[in-house]
């Protein structure tokens, strides 16, 4: 009966040591957590200020996809005359 309760009582403080490693490591893990939800904020708040500041300058969504649309037209444009000028120089190539 005496050996059976040493053998729980050791039992017993294996496994609370192992739990207290793992509440060690899930608050290290929390405090982490916490840093990076206080990064994300900050970012959210410096990217909800540029938006507004953009909104104000008079730059709306529009005008921005425009100049997108439009550099990406260019650039197929510019691809396609040298698609050209590749073709004719084979053409009169020797």
């Given at each position: ?62 005008e ?8 990406i ?22």
């Amino acid at each position: 009966m005496k050996d059976d309760l040493i053998l729980k009582v050791d039992e017993l403080t294996s496994e609370q040591e192992v739990l207290r490693e793992e509440m060690t490591a899930l608050h290290t893990v929390k405090d982490k957590l916490k840093t990076r939800i206080s990064e994300l904020e900050d970012e959210l708040k410096r990217v909800k200020e540029e938006t507004a500041k953009a909104g104000k300058s008079g730059k709306s969504d529009d005008e921005v996809c425009y100049r997108i649309r439009f550099g990406i037209v260019e650039l197929s444009q510019d691809g396609t005359s040298r698609g050209e000028w590749r073709s004719l120089r084979q053409t009169h190539e020797p």
